[in-house]
């Protein structure tokens, strides 16, 4: 089976310049002008009380030390041509190169992520999906990204931060949401497809849009002229681990996190395939694109789990269900 194409590269200490282009500033919710008519005199219905503003304390600004970065193969030449991908598409190892809607395969070049890194301050860890394009009917950052964390190096991610576009050039929370697998149930009895998957993935919300017990503690941003897609987390999400993997994930259409992973929910022929042959095209599992795995703060020897290839790469690996999960 032909391998994810990935260079993989670790720099330490190079600063990384996040190019923002400067937009105008949103209109600020409530400063509409438009007036709403009067209530009908006859309503019974008592008035839905106002929800209380979430009150941010802190929001990122930019990293300014690098951790990582690495790249994801890119269909940008050939995906619009041939509607398919010639690699990079491992369903046996949960690895899905597929920016393409279903059963007509048109390319979606803000789904096709062809790069990441990761910076960090003094306070967040900032994670940069780059992505072909922007939306080619909208100009704009129109998917859902994401990143996974696997925390303690053993194949299983702990968490899941998702941001849902389209967004601006200024951080918000708004459809940034937390997930974790406080079960440790992810990946069922090995990164291999289960034959019958019954975990529940990432079953819980740590955060979402501003309401959790930290209001600050995950935000989002673009720049569609360059493509890039910019989640910010403050670095205790990752409860003082010292290292971990790590990978991004975009998707057109939006994901359910307690089916993760797909190659344990979906069987090959529900999901369909980009790559000719028997279960071309695309079906139930389509516009959505991942990496190999990154190392964060220690250098790769290539047998890191589910890790992007350096010389060998370790995929299939035991996992025992209900070990590990987010430590609280
Ligand atoms: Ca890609
Ligand atoms: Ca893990
Ligand atoms: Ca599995
Ligand atoms: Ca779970």
């Known amino acids: 089976m032909k391998r994810n ?27 509409s002008t438009a007036t709403l008519p009067p209530p009908p005199a006859t309503s019974t219905t008592a008035p839905e009380p106002s929800p209380v503003a979430i009150q941010h304390l802190v929001q990122p ?25 010639r690699g990079g598409d491992e369903f046996r190892i949960n690895r899905f190169e597929r920016p393409f809607t279903a059963t007509d395969m048109t390319y979606l070049p803000q789904i096709d992520i062809v790069g990441m890194s ?31 964390f696997d925390l303690n190096v053993d194949g299983k991610t702990e968490i899941l931060l998702v ?48 309401k959790g017990e930290d209001p600050d503690a995950a935000w989002a941003r673009a720049n569609a002229a360059n493509g890039i897609v910019e989640i910010a987390f403050k670095q205790e999400t990752l409860r003082d681990f010292p290292k971990w993997m790590w990978n991004p994930l975009a998707s057109a259409y939006p994901i359910d996190p307690t089916k993760f992973y797909f190659n344990d929910t979906f069987t090959l022929q529900r999901a369909g395939s980009p790559v000719k042959g028997d279960n071309y095209p695309l079906k139930e599992l389509a ?42």
């Open 5 to 31: 194409r990935v260079m993989f590269f670790v720099s330490v200490g190079m600063l990384v310049v996040f190019t923002a282009t400067a937009c105008g500033l949103p209109a600020l919710p409530g400063s």
């Open 61 to 85: 600004s930019s990293g300014v030390t690098a951790i990582a970065n690495a790249h994801d193969n890119e269909e940008s030449e050939t995906g619009a041509t041939e509607k398919s991908v």
């Open 118 to 148: 990761m910076t960090k301050d003094d306070t967040w860890y900032y994670v940069q999906i780059k992505l072909a394009g922007a939306d080619t009917t909208t100009g704009e950052m129109s998917g859902l990204y994401g990143v996974e």
């Open 163 to 210: 941001a849902q576009g389209p967004f601006g050039a200024d951080w918000t929370t708004d459809g940034v949401t937390a997930y974790v697998d406080n079960n440790g149930d992810i990946g069922g009895i090995s990164s291999k497809p289960d034959d019958i998957y019954t975990g529940n993935g990432y079953e819980t919300i740590l955060f979402d849009s501003g």
């Open 287 to 328: 516009g959505f694109d991942n990496t190999c795995r990154v190392p964060a703060n220690f250098e790769a020897t290539g047998t890191e789990p589910m890790g992007c290839q350096v010389q060998a790469q370790q995929d299939d690996i035991e996992f025992t269900p209900g070990t590990g999960g987010y430590p609280n």
